[in-house]
C-alpha cells in the first residue's frame, strides 16, 4: 500500500500493519534506552522502511514487520505513530 492510504486508513483507527501487541510493545520502550540502541542500526531502520512501503499487500506488511528484530520493529511503529500523528495536526490546522 502507499504511504498516504495506510496514513488514511491509521487515521480512522485501523493500523493494517502492527497488532495491538506490536503497538503497545513499541510505546513501552524507553526512548533514550531505545534511541542508544538503534544509533548504529540506521542503515537497518532504513532499509526496513523502504522494504515495508514496497509490499502491496498489507498482510505481507504485518508479517514482514512482525520478522524484524524487536528494537528495529520498535522504531518503524513509533516512526509510522509519529507520520500519522504529523498527518492529523496538519489537518487540524487546514480545517
Not at 522494504?51 to 498482510?59: K, M, Q, S, V
Not at 500519522?84 to 487540524?92: G, Q
Request: no cysteine.
Amino acid at each position: 500500500m502507499k504511504p498516504q492510504q495506510l496514513l488514511e486508513v491509521g487515521a480512522k483507527g485501523i493500523h493494517l500493519l502492527f497488532d495491538l501487541e506490536m503497538i503497545e510493545a513499541a510505546f513501552g520502550q524507553d526512548a533514550p534506552e531505545l534511541r542508544r540502541t538503534v544509533e548504529g542500526r540506521l542503515e537497518e531502520v532504513h532499509r526496513a522502511v523502504q522494504a515495508l512501503l514496497a509490499f502491496d499487500d498489507p498482510e505481507a506488511g504485518r508479517r514482514f514487520v512482525g520478522s524484524l528484530a524487536p528494537e528495529v520493529r520498535h522504531v518503524v511503529v513509533l516512526l509510522y505513530f509519529e507520520l500519522l500523528d504529523d498527518r492529523l495536526r496538519a489537518s487540524r490546522t487546514l480545517q
